[in-house]
């Protein structure tokens, strides 16, 4: 079942070109060789760092398309760089990993723009499940696309479909995380429906996904709070013991 499980994994990547590049960024050398070694071996090309400095001097090398990061972290925490780099323009996807395996703990790292959160110490085996998912919400192709406009207009928002970026009214950029685009995507896809968490955890995350109801929550409070203009229009509305409804009207552009 592996082989066929790499076998198809290489398709994909021969489908979509170079394989993604994956950054360890952990203190614990021995934590950093046996995950770079097995995500190397499924067909990853794997940089590790041990602190924030030398993850910098790994990312002005060339772009990455995963960080997996740890919490604890000498200097610069592993909390403070997943802040950092979420509010930059074609920030990395980021799967947190952290000792302290507590709710609070995993609620903390989505709400400061992690993708996903891992408690230490985690079965590589998953963590290459979480990898592929994280990588293939943010990479699979979308055809749909051409045939039915790359962006999406909604209450004098734009929604760039192909660039995943995210224009406000007033022209300003807004970043998103990868989990936060996928999310926004599934509300403006089916605008002024009732959604609840399950479906929004099967649109955003992917059916294989063992994400929480809670993590939901917190990338909608985010995006409340990156959709608020300062209009007082409420886009995602709470729809109580039932779920989420994007209010606005949306219109797919070229």
Known sequence: MENVQNAAQSELEAVRGAPSRI???????????????????????????????????????????????????????????????????EAPAIIMLSAMGEETDRIVGLELGADDYLPKPCNPRELLARVRAVLRRRQEPRAVDDAMGAACEFAGWRLDLVRRELRSPQSIVVNLSSGEFSLLRAFVERPQRVLTRDQLLDLARGRDSDAYDRAIDVQISRLRRKLDDGGGSELIRTIRSEGYMFTAKVVRTP
Do not use: N, W
Request: proline letters at 6%; charged letters at 25%; hydrophobic letters at 45%.
């Open 23 to 89: 950054l360890i960024v952990d203190d614990d050398p021995g934590i950093r060789d046996v995950v770079s070694d097995f995500l190397a071996k499924h067909g990853y090309v794997v940089e590790t760092a041990q602190d924030g400095r030398t993850m910098e001097q790994v990312l002005a090398r060339g772009p990455i398309d995963l960080i997996v990061l740890d919490v604890m972290l000498p200097g610069e925490d592993g909390l403070a760089i997943c802040r950092r780099l979420s509010a930059t323009p």
